[in-house]
């Protein structure tokens, strides 16, 4: 049954929700985990406390380590403590809390999954989950295809209700790794079972892309090769590593942001129009774009690509190590933290227009955005009044933080003379709608229970994605890296990416 309500704050006029899933159980592989007590943990707290859970729900850990369900319980108020967006309300704690359960077992013990069947079934019956079941895989990218077994061999692929797979980044290391798991998975499940997180994806600056050009007719007529000058998509951030020295070192930039959401932001911005606003007109519109990304020679890798390693520096006056003595990584480690480089997609709509990624930690800010850049106009009028020089316009839409949209366009200084300055017509979300936009995770875990797809990457684009990507990891192994480090922790990357937008008559925009 559909719940509407309607919220009366006015600047929300038209923030109907209607989404309530059905009763279901939410099983985390990994329930101990990082990623489980800073995102997923938090994020399920976060749709209850607005009204968006199932009238019934349980959430089951299952892991190795030994705990009992008043420990998990403790944990993960903790967890919630520490990282979600809203406080704990007692009320909404205890009754929430009240849902969480934990098995625990190796994962790779036949038992310990008939031991989960068991206590699903117990649970459909007594607490009335219906047989719907959702897995989470919070887990190293290694240990999901023994998961993913496991859970065929169990016969929990299936059930009297919905059985879906969420599986969490990385997916796979390149191609041929994503095609194998994309294969095992296709063995145990159906590709509508099977949910791949890009979690920038659930970010509500991303969705808004799709309503920004699809929803407005003056965008989609400049959206194109003929108006659009270049690209420029940055994410910047400044944490370092942390405690993921293991898994980043043998990962990098490229895989760990580029691969996934660096590529998903250059699809959003750039798929056709879908023909209907669906889960599979979508998906096709942005796989076929990623299937367009004119694979590169060795000789344009090595002018396109500027790989580099943060050293120690100050990151807002507060003194950081360099990533070389970060926990868990390589004293003499080759790993790039830092990636800039330049593509092209090869379609009808943007032939020769250059799209510039870059991504890196350890920078002087936390920032994501995609800045589009338009043609100059075809004359200079006003250079007798002493302008010689337009800035070009520019769209940018800012994922993170403070997300919003703005356009810079020439004006007019006031005065007698006709002297000209860029100026921003800007939107954003918080002044618009008076609304804190919901963490990524929340959205992406309740489209899962919905059973909409639609935020969430089908195989082919993920294989799209790799098709692109492989070749770069596989040149960079040929090329001996650059003398790393080769940029100071607190600053915008390594002088190479500078000159490397230099050689094409460009700058980094400035953040
Ligand atoms: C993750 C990466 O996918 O995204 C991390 O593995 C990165 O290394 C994180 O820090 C960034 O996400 P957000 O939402 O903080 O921009």
């Given at each position: 049954?559909?719940?509407?309500?309607?919220?009366?704050?006015?600047?929300?006029?038209?923030?109907?929700?209607?989404?309530?899933?059905?009763?279901?159980?939410?099983?985390?592989?990994?329930?101990?985990?990082?990623?489980?007590?800073?995102?997923?943990?938090?994020?399920?707290?976060?749709?209850?406390?607005?009204?968006?859970?199932?009238?019934?729900?349980?959430?089951?850990?299952?892991?190795?380590?030994?705990?009992?369900?008043?420990?998990?319980?403790?944990?993960?108020?903790?967890?919630?403590?520490?990282?979600?967006?809203?406080?704990?309300?007692?009320?909404?704690?205890?009754?929430?809390?009240?849902?969480?359960?934990?098995?625990?077992?190796?994962?790779?013990?036949?038992?310990?999954?008939?031991?989960?069947?068991?206590?699903?079934?117990?649970?459909?019956?007594?607490?009335?989950?219906?047989?719907?079941?959702?897995?989470?895989?919070?887990?190293?990218?290694?240990?999901?295809?023994?998961?993913?077994?496991?859970?065929?061999?169990?016969?929990?692929?299936?059930?009297?209700?919905?059985?879906?797979?969420?599986?969490?980044?990385?997916?796979?290391?390149?191609?041929?790794?994503?095609?194998?798991?994309?294969?095992?998975l296709h063995q145990v499940f159906d590709e509508s079972q099977i949910y791949r997180i890009d979690h920038y994806?659930?970010?509500?600056?991303?969705?808004?892309?799709?309503?920004?050009?699809?929803?407005?007719?003056?965008?989609?007529?400049?959206?194109?090769?003929?108006?659009?000058?270049?690209?420029?998509?940055?994410?910047?951030?400044?944490?370092?590593?942390?405690?993921?020295?293991?898994?980043?070192?043998?990962?990098?930039?490229?895989?760990?942001?580029?691969?996934?959401?660096?590529?998903?932001?250059?699809?959003?911005?750039?798929?056709?129009?879908?023909?209907?606003?669906?889960?599979?007109?979508?998906?096709?519109?942005?796989?076929?774009?990623?299937?367009?990304?004119?694979?590169?020679?060795?000789?344009?890798?090595?002018?396109?690509?500027?790989?580099?390693?943060?050293?120690?520096?100050?990151?807002?006056?507060?003194?950081?190590?360099?990533?070389?003595?970060?926990?868990?990584?390589?004293?003499?480690?080759?790993?790039?933290?830092?990636?800039?480089?330049?593509?092209?997609?090869?379609?009808?709509?943007?032939?020769?227009?250059?799209?510039?990624?870059?991504?890196?930690?350890?920078?002087?800010?936390?920032?994501?955005?995609?800045?589009?850049?338009?043609?100059?106009?075809?004359?200079?009028?006003?250079?007798?009044?002493?302008?010689?020089?337009?800035?070009?316009?520019?769209?940018?839409?800012?994922?993170?933080?403070?997300?919003?949209?703005?356009?810079?366009?020439?004006?007019?200084?006031?005065?007698?003379?006709?002297?000209?300055?860029?100026?921003?017509?800007?939107?954003?979300?918080?002044?618009?709608?008076?609304?804190?936009?919901?963490?990524?995770?929340?959205?992406?875990?309740?489209?899962?229970?919905?059973?909409?797809?639609?935020?969430?990457?089908?195989?082919?684009?993920?294989?799209?994605?790799?098709?692109?990507?492989?070749?770069?990891?596989?040149?960079?192994?040929?090329?001996?890296?650059?003398?790393?480090?080769?940029?100071?922790?607190?600053?915008?990357?390594?002088?190479?990416?500078?000159?490397?937008?230099?050689?094409?008559?460009?700058?980094?925009?400035?953040?």
């Amino acid at each position: 049954m559909l719940e509407t309500r309607t919220v009366l704050n006015p600047l929300r006029e038209g923030m109907r929700v209607a989404r309530a899933p059905e009763p279901t159980s939410i099983i985390i592989f990994g329930a101990t985990g990082d990623l489980t007590r800073r995102k997923l943990v938090p994020a399920l707290y976060n749709l209850a406390c607005d009204n968006y859970m199932p009238p019934v729900y349980d959430i089951v850990g299952f892991a190795r380590k030994p705990r009992s369900d008043a420990d998990i319980r403790d944990e993960y108020k903790k967890a919630v403590t520490e990282f979600s967006r809203q406080k704990i309300q007692e009320q909404v704690w205890d009754s929430f809390s009240q849902n969480i359960f934990y098995i625990q077992s190796n994962l790779d013990d036949l038992d310990g999954y008939k031991k989960l069947k068991q206590e699903l079934e117990r649970m459909d019956q007594e607490r009335g989950t219906a047989g719907n079941r959702l897995f989470y895989l919070a887990v190293p990218p290694e240990l999901m295809p023994e998961i993913v077994k496991f859970l065929g061999a169990s016969e929990l692929n299936h059930s009297a209700g919905y059985t879906r797979i969420i599986l969490e980044k990385p997916f796979g290391s390149d191609l041929d790794s994503a095609v194998e798991l994309n294969h095992l998975l296709h063995q145990v499940f159906d590709e509508s079972q099977i949910y791949r997180i890009d979690h920038y994806l659930g970010k509500e600056a991303v969705q808004n892309i799709f309503v920004f050009r699809f929803a407005n007719g003056i965008i989609e007529p400049i959206w194109n090769r003929t108006f659009i000058n270049n690209v420029q998509i940055t994410v910047a951030e400044t944490v370092g590593v942390e405690e993921r020295g293991e898994y980043y070192d043998h990962a990098g930039a490229l895989r760990d942001i580029i691969q996934n959401h660096g590529l998903q932001l250059l699809a959003v911005t750039t798929m056709e129009p879908p023909t209907m606003f669906t889960p599979q007109d979508v998906r096709n519109q942005k796989a076929e774009v990623l299937r367009s990304i004119r694979p590169q020679s060795f000789q344009e890798i090595c002018d396109w690509t500027v790989r580099g390693q943060y050293g120690a520096g100050a990151i807002g006056g507060i003194q950081v190590p360099g990533y070389r003595t970060e926990p868990k990584v390589n004293a003499e480690s080759t790993t790039a933290t830092y990636v800039a480089l330049k593509l092209y997609i090869e379609n009808w709509r943007w032939a020769g227009v250059p799209f510039y990624l870059r991504t890196g930690k350890r920078l002087p800010k936390r920032y994501t955005e995609i800045a589009v850049e338009f043609n100059l106009p075809p004359l200079m009028l006003f250079s007798k009044e002493g302008t010689d020089h337009l800035e070009p316009n520019s769209l940018v839409f800012t994922i993170q933080p403070d997300e919003g949209i703005s356009l810079k366009f020439e004006s007019k200084i006031p005065g007698q003379e006709n002297r000209l300055r860029p100026v921003n017509m800007d939107f954003r979300y918080n002044s618009s709608f008076g609304v804190a936009a919901p963490e990524a995770y929340e959205r992406l875990l309740l489209d899962a229970m919905l059973g909409d797809p639609m935020l969430f990457t089908r195989y082919d684009e993920v294989e799209a994605q790799w098709a692109f990507i492989t070749p770069i990891l596989e040149a960079w192994k040929q090329i001996p890296p650059p003398q790393f480090p080769n940029y100071e922790s607190g600053t915008w990357g390594p002088k190479a990416a500078d000159e490397f937008l230099q050689r094409d008559g460009r700058k980094w925009r400035r953040l």
